[in-house]
């Protein structure tokens, strides 16, 4: 009933301050700042903090930037947006290595390294000739310089028309599903894929008498995953339409960041049949 009721903005805004209050007393009530960092929030969960009235921030950085790049307080935070580079950090975007609206994020600064220690190749690879570091990561920004990030450049999926497709943004979608722990896009075979972790014990709950059936755990995730990739495809532009979806039964792989371990998943094998 309350997933129901938050889909309802004024009533949504309403649960959010309440629960957001009760966040707040279990922190000693006192807090003024609480960093975010490490890997992006997902939408519903910024919104809740912002709705909550939570005094969040996010910070964006990497180890080669000492290191943080972009980041502001908890009083100026914009929805989806790490906020502006600090001071004494150039930022800019590099719109050719993206689709014109997002590019690559390049930094500049005395926090900067000065390269990779006895390994000229990768310090090369990494510097533009004049000296901007790159980081990997597309993002766009707005005119008051806070960044937007979409996801690593590698990420980024070439449809076959020569779209950019973001999958961060196809598993924020995903991830909204209250059955869904997280999600990764991919490309296999020239389709838009999907590796989707449920919450196993909520979905048995749903199946009652059957919940101890392998096949019947199965069947009733793969009906849910389809509905899930016809609602996700209502909502997303026709290039970026998921041709599948797969049940991931363990959690994923992480790196000590808690990020997926991208490259152990991405294809699919022969338990997991054969797209059309």
Request: glycine share 10%; proline share 4%; hydrophobic share 35%.
């Amino acid at each position: 009933l309350t997933r129901a009721l938050k889909k309802v903005g004024p009533l949504r805004k309403l649960i959010h301050r309440a629960a957001g209050r009760k966040a707040y007393e279990a922190f000693g009530g006192a807090l003024r700042f609480y960093g975010i960092g490490g890997a992006p929030l997902t939408p519903d969960t910024e919104r809740f903090l912002r709705e909550g009235r939570f005094p969040y921030a996010i910070g964006y950085g990497l180890t080669e930037t000492a290191p943080l790049i972009a980041g502001t307080d908890a009083e100026h935070t914009r929805y989806r947006s790490t906020g502006p580079s600090i001071e004494n950090v150039e930022v800019r975007v590099d719109l050719e290595a993206g689709d014109g609206v997002q590019g690559e994020v390049l930094v500049k600064g005395p926090s900067v390294m000065q390269g990779y220690y006895r390994n000229e190749e990768a310090t090369k690879e990494i510097f533009t000739e004049d000296g901007w570091l790159r980081t990997g990561d597309l993002a766009s920004q707005d005119k008051d310089g806070y960044l937007y990030l979409r996801g690593r450049l590698k990420n980024m999926i070439v449809g076959p028309s020569g779209e950019n497709i973001y999958p961060a943004d196809l598993e924020n979608a995903i991830n909204e599903h209250e059955l869904v722990v997280e999600s990764l896009v991919f490309q296999w075979k020239g389709q838009l894929t999907a590796r989707v972790h449920v919450d196993i014990e909520a979905l048995k709950a749903r199946l009652g008498e059957h919940a101890a059936q392998i096949a019947a755990i199965q069947q009733r995730a793969d009906e849910l995953l389809e509905d899930m990739r016809a609602a996700v495809n209502a909502r997303v532009s026709r290039h970026a339409r998921l041709s599948r979806m797969v049940l991931q039964w363990e959690p994923f792989e992480k790196t000590p960041t808690r990020k997926i371990k991208r490259f152990l998943y991405t294809h699919l094998g022969a338990h997991e049949g054969e797209l059309s």
